[in-house]
């Protein structure tokens, strides 16, 4: 069966410092993959996603960056975070080829800055 | 554009009440609609799905109907529980170009015993 994991859980880091978060699915290949950030009490912003290898699509401006490495990794850095950077962050992916399958997020990471 | 509007949250209700969230969509042709639960401090859940007109997802209780001539996907439950308590998310993928879902605001549900 196909599993996603999304590490670490909870971080919290100085304004300035450089950030990565890591997104692995394992038990399919060529997924579509996304990253999503939900800021306190509101609905999902899709920040980031990705259609194959070295493929980007980034769908807001902002400081952060997404990169996939690999078929099955992905991800999110910044180099120098910003207060506006909190939030939840959310990793999915989704099944490429059919328009029925959904989207499977992970746990999430929720990131303070300080 | 693709765009879900979801009822503006959040919403108490006691054990055993009947739920409607109600989500209407904006697409061309048919995509496919979802509902995603987020309980407190983790990722999204699927929930259910609907992938053409008339379809009726369900799952835990949970319904809802995929209807094009009012473009909606309501979300229902005949009786409510406590463990319901969570964020709940209308989605839709559309049938054109792309391969970006859209996602409505969400829905905050707390339910009292």
């Known amino acids: 069966s196909q599993t996603i994991h999304q590490w670490p859980a909870t971080l919290v880091q100085p304004v300035g410092s450089p950030l990565s978060l890591e997104c692995t699915v394992e038990g399919t290949s060529n997924p579509n993959l996304y990253w999503y950030r939900q800021a306190a009490g509101r609905g999902l912003q899709l920040l980031f996603y990705?259609?194959?290898?070295?493929?980007i699509s980034s769908e807001v401006p902002q400081n952060l960056s997404a990169s996939r490495p690999q078929d099955r990794q992905f991800i999110l850095s910044s180099k120098k975070l910003l207060l506006s950077d909190s939030g939840f962050y959310l990793c999915a992916w989704s099944g490429q080829g059919s328009r029925n399958q959904p989207q499977h997020f992970g746990d999430g990471t929720r990131l303070s800055i300080l | 554009g693709n765009s879900v509007t979801q009822m503006e949250g959040p919403v108490t209700l006691s054990e055993e009440a009947f739920l409607t969230i109600n989500c209407t969509y904006t697409a061309t042709g048919y995509p496919s609609l979802f509902w995603y639960v987020q309980y407190p401090g983790e990722g999204l859940q699927l929930l259910l799905k609907a992938t053409k007109a008339d379809d009726k997802g369900s799952n835990k209780g949970f319904e809802a109907t995929y209807r094009k001539e009012t473009t909606s996907f309501h979300l229902e439950k005949g009786s409510v529980q406590v463990s319901d308590s969570a964020v709940y998310f209308c989605a839709l993928f559309p049938p054109d170009t792309g391969n970006q879902f859209y996602f409505g605001t969400g829905t905050s549900l707390t339910v009292i015993p």
């Open positions: 990705s259609v194959g290898i070295g493929q």
